[in-house]
């Protein structure tokens, strides 16, 4: 499984972005797909997960104001990120865990994209 993360960018604190992460193989919907980011000089977090067609889980930091979503008929998982915070600042990188998971909220994957830059202002 190959996984292409983009969307990315620098914005504005209170500005919305849309991560997308399009996979590759033909058992995507069975994957349990995750976002985690990585703010400079700080261990990699957990952000979102999402499985079945549309079982989810947050992080308390993000809960409320990102949502992840996905299209399986597109390969396709977004993370919809609005109210952006200075600390929200981070590499975001999709995930992908075949079943049996590793656990609903667990930052063990199988695959993981190459990472998309997130930059938000004051």
């Known amino acids: 499984v190959q996984l292409q993360a983009s969307g990315g960018g620098l914005v504005q604190a209170g500005d919305s972005l849309r991560l997308s992460c399009a996979a590759s193989g033909r058992t995507f919907s069975s994957y349990r797909m995750g976002w985690v980011r990585q703010a400079r000089g700080k261990e990699r977090e957990f952000v979102a997960a999402i499985w079945n067609l549309a079982s989810t889980y947050y992080s308390d930091s993000v809960k409320g104001r990102f949502t992840i979503s996905r299209d399986n008929a597109k390969n396709t998982v977004y993370l919809q990120m609005n109210s952006l915070k200075p600390e929200d600042s981070a590499i975001y990188y999709c995930?992908?865990?075949?079943?049996?998971?590793?656990?609903?909220?667990?930052?063990?994957?199988?695959?993981w994209g190459q990472g998309t830059l997130v930059t938000v202002s004051s």
């Open positions: 995930a992908a865990d075949p079943p049996p998971y590793a656990g609903l909220w667990s930052m063990i994957y199988d695959y």
